[in-house]
Structure formats: C-alpha cells, structure tokens
C-alpha cells in the first residue's frame, strides 16, 4: 500500500456527528472504493468512483456519501455517524479488472 | 445465499504442512479470480491474480480456477509461520467498474 494512504488512522467520534475519511493516491489509478470490514461480513463496497466527479453507490452506501474531485483524493462522509458505523474502512484503487491495491484502513469507532 | 462462500476457519497446520483454501461461487460470469492475504489490522494484499479457467503458480503458492464447478482454490507449500494471516477469496465479472465480490475469508495459523 505504498501508493495509498488513508487520513486518519484512528477515530473515535460521537453519535450524530459528521465525519469525513480520506484517501490519497499517488499511482495515477482511475478507479478507487470504500469499503467496510465487519466480522463475518468481510469486505462489503460503500461507494465507488470511476473518474473525476464520477461516483455511484456499492452494496452498503445508506448513511455515506463520497466527492472525488481530483485523481488522487476520493473521500467519505457519514453524514450523522451512527454506531453501527463502528468498523475498519479500507480504501482501494485499480487500473484494470487484475485487482485492486488496497490503502492501510481507519479504524472508526461511533460511541 | 451468499454470491462467494468461504470457510471462516480458523484452519490450524504445522509448519511445512501444504494449505489449500477454498471458495465457492454462483455467479457464472465471473471470470476475474483474485486472492489477497490480510494480516492482523492491515489492509489486504493482493497475493494472487487468475483469469478464467485453469492454475496459476508463484513460488509457494498456486490458484486454480475450475469454472465448470464454481469453485477456486489456493495451495500454500512448504507453509511457514509467515503465512499465518486471513486469505480472501475475489471475484469480478469485469466490466467497466471492476467491482470485486469478497469472501468472508479463513483464518490460518502455521504452528512453529
């Protein structure tokens, strides 16, 4: 995940509050995603985007919205965060369907 | 019933022992096969990377794909207590958005 950070690392917000997660990419990749990682659920996708201003939701994206307005920066919003929102979000980034280069993920905690 | 389905494990093996891991799929136009290794709070990384039917090998570790059954595997030789980690199962149709499908992945644990 040399390529791929995520701004910041830990979180700890309370109930109602709005939050913004970041993800910064230095490999020029056009697509990148939001997951989520739950216990028994694995990797779920939030939201995704295929270009500069292009964006459309995952299996999971209630409560989240994202804005990527440039190449190299895709973020995430939980509107109202929620406790159910508690989890590890990973960020991702892909050139071609060879797979996706996953960043280092932020461990938010909703109290 | 879940698209890809992946034994939670944990799966415990000695050291040098071979490991094979396993999904199962339904969706019959995937034809993109990835696994990814997750250590313990780190994001995955992309292992192992096939396309279509067949086996893949890189060093210790080779992927088949067998699309007549739906069901992928990868084989860990010569295991070592470095490979201890969660290994997930994806899978894509391709297409424009590359979306990947995740299994919940296995726990493995190679004991010294």
């Known amino acids: 995940d040399a390529g791929i950070t995520q701004s910041p690392r830990h979180k700890v917000t309370e109930t109602g509050t709005p939050v913004t997660l970041r993800c910064h990419q230095t490999?020029?990749?056009?697509?990148m995603y939001w997951y989520r990682q739950d216990p028994g659920h694995g990797l779920r996708l939030i939201h995704y985007?295929?270009?500069?201003?292009?964006?459309d939701k995952g299996e999971v994206s209630d409560g989240y919205s994202v804005s990527r307005s440039k190449t190299e920066d895709f973020l995430l919003t939980l509107e109202s965060a929620t406790s159910s929102q508690t989890s590890v979000y990973f960020c991702?980034?892909?050139?071609?369907?060879?797979?996706?280069?996953f960043g280092p993920g932020t461990r938010l905690t909703v109290t | 019933q879940k698209e890809v389905e992946q034994d939670p494990g944990p799966l415990s093996v000695p050291e040098g022992a071979i490991v094979s891991l396993n999904c199962t799929y339904s969706?019959?136009?995937?034809?993109?096969f990835m696994w990814y290794r997750q250590y313990s709070r780190k994001g995955p990384e992309l292992l192992m990377y096939?396309?279509?039917?067949g086996n893949k090998e890189d060093g210790r570790f080779t992927a088949q794909v067998d699309k007549s059954s739906k069901y992928i595997s990868l084989f860990i030789r010569d295991s070592q207590p470095s490979d201890s980690a969660t290994y997930l199962c994806a899978m894509s149709a391709g297409g424009a958005t590359n979306k990947l499908i995740f299994g919940t992945g296995t726990l493995l644990a190679v004991q010294p």
């Open positions: 969706n019959s136009a995937f034809q993109y």
């Open positions: 490999e020029n990749h056009r697509y």
């Open positions: 991702a980034i892909s050139e071609s369907n060879q797979g996706q280069y």
């Open positions: 096939t396309y279509s039917s």
């Open positions: 985007s295929y270009g500069v201003k292009d964006t």
